[in-house]
Structure formats: structure tokens, C-alpha cells
């Protein structure tokens, strides 16, 4: 089926918005249009004004970030409701019938859109990408049960039973990396990151550190390189030609390097930060979805940080457990070593090969489904366990 796939999205961080680039790229590339849809674009003007400050205040503390996730809310009370009704209207004189959400938040509007149009067989689905509930899912409760609810990890969040590569290249093998760790705290900059950069330093690794202001970047080391995410981009802006894309991403260009380092000018880079992931002896962050998407589809092993909630740590669970990561302070503890990250990118690349690709099962999940309760399509990817060869003594 070639009909117009509508992927819902949000930009309250990058964990739900690159897999939603990646997958309107995958279906495009498989002859299937998509597009994509902010839930920003429907909150109240207030809701939207505070997420610039919230973002900050997240970045600032990891504990108001975790607080924070207590406090989640049915997303359709911060949402206004004549821009909800001009969406439903404009979706129905479109004659879109097919909406893919990548966060439970859109479930009010899509129960709506299901309820204005009983005698069309709208295809609605949501796609999981953590191990367990986010808090976008675990507000609503058994309301989501109406809908599909496409799985990367399983009913149980224990398998691999699909992926969502950023594209088809293979792997760089682990002989041939830069073997810098590359540093981040998702689309926000949350999490212990920055303390992490300094265990690092010590042991004599050279680190990559994605930063998210200005200030953060530092003058270049030989053992420390930066990044910046650009701080004013937001993903629910669209480009001069109405599309989303990656978030600008630009390094510090030592060419145009003057004698005071603020001086330097930053230059964008090809490729963004995917490049630096393709070459990193390991990402080092909290677990995110994301995240793990990027691990998988590069074979690169994740050290993994503080979780942010509880979804983190089922993801954190199931990377140990497959042998594709390890919590670093108990790496840090082995002495900091590089041949069980070698055998974690082993690992990972066998997967990556094996894994369905998130795309090609839903395409191939049959008609569009009505409002019933479904368990995924498709047979999960049985793995080897990862046993003592990601535990070296």
C-alpha cells in the first residue's frame, strides 16, 4: 500500500523526533509518502512558551529533570482546542487514514479522529521505542489498549524484535574507529555526562563531548573534542520549504581559530553527530530510546549513564542483558578497558543484521487496523545471551 503515512510526533526531546525522521526517510525510500506532525503545533500558546525554560532547567539539574516525570499529565489538557479541531478537519478533507504516533501524548487527538470518522478504517498505531511505558504512555493507562502498539522490544520489553536503522551502510569495524567516547545527555543534555568526561580524561581516553551551549565547547584538547547543538533550533520549526529536518549541528573550526577560543567560528557538519556515532569506541549517556536506536544501527557500544525514569532502566536491563552495553561505572571499575567494548560491537553488528527492519514490518502488517487491542506483527529476533563475555573478570 503506497497511501500517505502521517507520523506523529513531538519535539520535547530528540528521542521522538530523529526516530520519526528516520522512519519517514525508510518509507519514503520504500516508494511509501510521509510526512510529519509536531504535537507542538497543537498546544495552548503558554504550554509551548515554557518548554524553552524547561529545557534549560532540565540541563541545568538531572533532579528536576527525574522530578519532573511525576508530575506527567493527560497531554490533551495543554492542548487547544480549536487547532485540534482545524487539524482533524484538514486530516479528514485530506483523506488521510493512516496515522503512525511515535508518543502515546497524541492518543486524545487520535481517539478523537477515530470517533469523527466510525465507518473509515483508519490505520492508527503507536510505536514503542523504550522497553517499558514512558510516562507519555503510562498516563493514559488501559486507554491505549484500543490501539496497536507496535513494539521495538517486545510485549515484555525482554527481545529484539525489530529496529529502526539511520541507514543501510555497514558498520565501521572496531579496528578501524577513532576511538574517542562520545558524551552526550539526549536532545536535552540530561543526565551525568559531564562527570563522566572527567573519569574518562583520566584513564587516558580522548573523549567527544556533544555540548548545548556555546560555553560548554571549551577550547580543543588532544584528547577532547566538541559539538554544539544549536540552542534556538526547535524541532517543531520547519525548514524554508515547510520540511523537518536534523537538528543543526556545527564543531569549532580550528582553521578559523583566533588567540581567544571563543573566538573560533563553528562550522556545520556533514553527516552531524551520526558521523562521530559511526566512529565512537561507545556512546556514553543515560539509556534513552534513541539512543539505542543510534547503538544498534552503528554497532557502537553504549556505557550507560543515570537512567532518566523508569523505561531508561528497562532499556538499561535489556542492553546489559543482550550484551550490547554496560553500566559504566562498572566498566570504570574494571580499569576503564577497551576489549569488552570490542566484543559488545561484535555483538551488536551481529544483531543489526539479523534484527526486522521497523519499516518493512509495518508495511507488511497487513490492512489497516480498527480500534482492537494488538500485539505486533512479525516474529521477534531470538537473540543470544550475552553471558560472562560481556562481564570480562
Not at 487547532?83 to 478537519?89: F, I, K, N, Q, S
Not at 488501559?142 to 496497536?148: D, L, N, V
Request: glycine share 8%.
Amino acid at each position: 500500500m503506497n497511501e500517505e503515512v502521517t507520523l506523529l510526533s513531538s519535539g520535547n526531546s530528540l528521542g521522538v523526533y530523529m526516530p520519526a525522521l528516520r522512519l519517514r526517510n525508510r518509507l519514503r525510500a520504500r516508494g511509501v509518502p510521509a510526512r510529519i506532525e509536531m504535537l507542538e503545533t497543537l498546544y495552548d500558546d503558554a504550554t509551548r512558551a515554557r518548554i524553552p525554560r524547561t529545557r534549560e532547567a532540565f540541563h541545568d539539574r538531572f533532579d528536576v529533570a527525574r522530578a519532573a516525570l511525576r508530575l506527567a499529565r493527560d497531554s490533551g489538557r495543554s492542548l487547544e482546542e480549536a487547532r485540534v479541531r482545524e487539524t482533524l478537519a484538514r486530516w479528514q478533507a485530506e483523506g488521510r487514514r493512516r496515522f503512525w504516533a511515535l508518543t502515546g501524548f497524541w492518543l486524545p487527538v487520535l481517539e478523537q479522529a477515530a470517533a469523527m470518522r466510525p465507518e473509515e478504517r483508519l490505520d492508527i498505531r503507536f510505536i514503542r521505542l523504550d522497553a517499558a511505558d514512558t510516562p507519555s504512555y503510562a498516563v493514559f493507562g488501559g486507554r491505549m489498549a484500543a490501539f496497536p502498539q507496535e513494539r521495538l522490544y517486545g510485549e515484555l520489553g525482554d527481545e529484539l524484535a525489530a529496529t529502526l536503522p539511520v541507514d543501510d551502510a555497514e558498520p565501521i569495524p572496531y579496528a578501524r574507529r577513532d576511538l574517542r567516547f562520545l558524551l552526550h545527555g539526549g536532545g536535552w543534555g540530561i543526565g551525568t555526562y559531564r562527570e563522566a568526561e572527567e573519569e574518562l580524561r583520566r584513564a587516558g581516553h580522548a573523549v567527544h563531548l556533544i555540548a548545548y551551549r556555546e560555553q560548554e565547547l571549551g577550547p580543543p584538547e588532544p584528547d577532547r573534542s566538541c559539538g554544539l547543538l544549536d540552542p534556538d533550533w526547535s524541532p517543531w520549526e520547519t525548514d524554508a520549504e515547510g520540511r523537518h529536518v536534523e537538528p543543526p549541528y556545527a564543531e569549532p573550526s580550528l582553521a578559523g581559530r583566533s588567540v581567544a577560543a571563543d573566538a573560533m567560528p563553528l562550522v556545520p557538519v556533514a553527516g552531524g553527530i551520526w558521523r562521530r556515532i559511526r566512529e565512537a569506541a561507545a556512546i556514553v549517556s543515560k539509556p534513552g530510546g534513541a539512543t539505542l536506536l543510534d547503538s544498534l544501527s552503528a554497532a557502537t557500544p553504549l556505557l550507560l549513564l543515570a537512567p532518566y525514569g523508569e523505561h531508561e532502566q528497562a532499556n538499561a536491563r535489556l542492553w546489559e542483558r543482550l550484551g550490547f552495553g554496560m553500566a559504566f561505572e562498572r566498566w570504570s571499575a574494571l580499569g576503564c578497558p577497551l576489549e569488552p567494548l570490542a566484543a559488545m560491537h561484535e555483538r551488536l553488528a551481529q544483531a543489526r543484521r539479523l534484527a526486522p527492519d521497523l519499516a518493512e514490518r509495518l508495511l507488511k502488517g497487513g490492512e489497516p487496523h480498527e480500534l482492537r487491542r494488538h500485539r505486533g506483527a512479525g516474529t521477534p529476533t531470538k537473540l543470544p545471551q550475552a553471558g560472562t563475555a560481556a562481564r570480562p573478570k
